[in-house]
T-cell receptor, first 115, second 113 residues
Framework: DSGVTQTPKHLITATGQRVTLRCSPR?????VYWYQQSLDQGLQFLIQ???????AKGNILERFSAQQFPDLHSELNLSSLELGDSALYFC??????????????FGPGTRLLVL | GENVEQHPSTLSVQEGDSAVIKCTYS??????FPWYKQELGKGPQLIID?????GEKKDQRIAVTLNKTAKHFSLHITETQPEDSAVYFC????????????FGTGTSLTVIP
């Protein structure tokens, strides 16, 4: 158990809908990262938040947005969902802002299926 | 941006043999190269990493080598065990403009008892 929790574990929705994925980092970690893992795109970094502020952006679509709250939990919002958004979404956390200086701990993921 | 290629996509070895997974990267500015292990139904887990100022790093049965000139790095697992069976991902950091990093496509390793 990494100490990172993600809810829900599974999510089934329809095209055009909007969903929110939630992540709680390990106690003491200030950074939260979001990743998308799909069969055709592999593992992709989406976005990082550090202590409530956006720190780095990867291949995140404009239809997607995220935020980190004062209690450090984070939410990833996916809107106008398309079939291609079906994937595993992982959250990871680390203590500091620079991922390359420390270990990221991954949560178990949320499996999203868009029908 | 950075492009990370990983080979092979699948690898089967007999228990006790060694396994080698190779990755190449395109951006010479990349300077941090982690390897992750992902077991079925779980998130990736960092198993070893290497920075560009080091050519090799070992941690028990796992080692990573880096050739900056050729822009490739490899994961070596010796004395493989069935519990090493998993998908392994390499990644390369691209620090220009922020904490950007890119993953390889993954290698599914099967260790046959």
């Amino acid at each position: 158990d990494s100490g990172v929790t993600q809810t829900p574990k599974h999510l089934i929705t329809a095209t055009g809908q909007r969903v929110t994925l939630r992540c709680s980092p390990r106690s003491g970690d200030l950074s939260v990262y979001w990743y998308q893992q799909s069969l055709d795109q592999g593992l992709q970094f989406l976005i990082q938040y550090y202590n409530g502020e956006e720190r780095a952006k990867g291949n995140i679509l404009e239809r997607f947005s995220a935020q980190q709250f004062p209690d450090l939990h984070s939410e990833l919002n996916l809107s106008s969902l398309e079939l291609g958004d079906s994937a595993l979404y992982f959250c990871a956390s680390s203590v500091g802002a620079h991922w390359y200086q420390e270990t990221q701990y991954f949560g178990p993921g949320t499996r999203l299926l868009v029908l | 941006g950075e492009n990370v290629e990983q080979h092979p996509s699948t690898l089967s070895v007999q228990e006790g043999d060694s396994a080698v997974i190779k990755c190449t990267y395109s951006d010479s500015a990349s300077n941090y190269f982690p390897w992750y292990k992902q077991e079925l139904g779980k998130g990736p887990q960092l198993i070893i990493d290497i920075r560009s100022n080091v050519g090799e790093k070992k941690d028990q049965r796992i080692a990573v080598t880096l050739n900056k000139t050729a822009k490739h790095f490899s994961l070596h697992i010796t004395e493989t065990q069935p519990e090493d069976s998993a998908v392994y991902f390499c990644a390369a950091s691209f620090l220009s403009g922020g904490n950007q990093f890119y993953f390889g496509t993954g290698t599914s390793l099967t260790v046959i008892p």
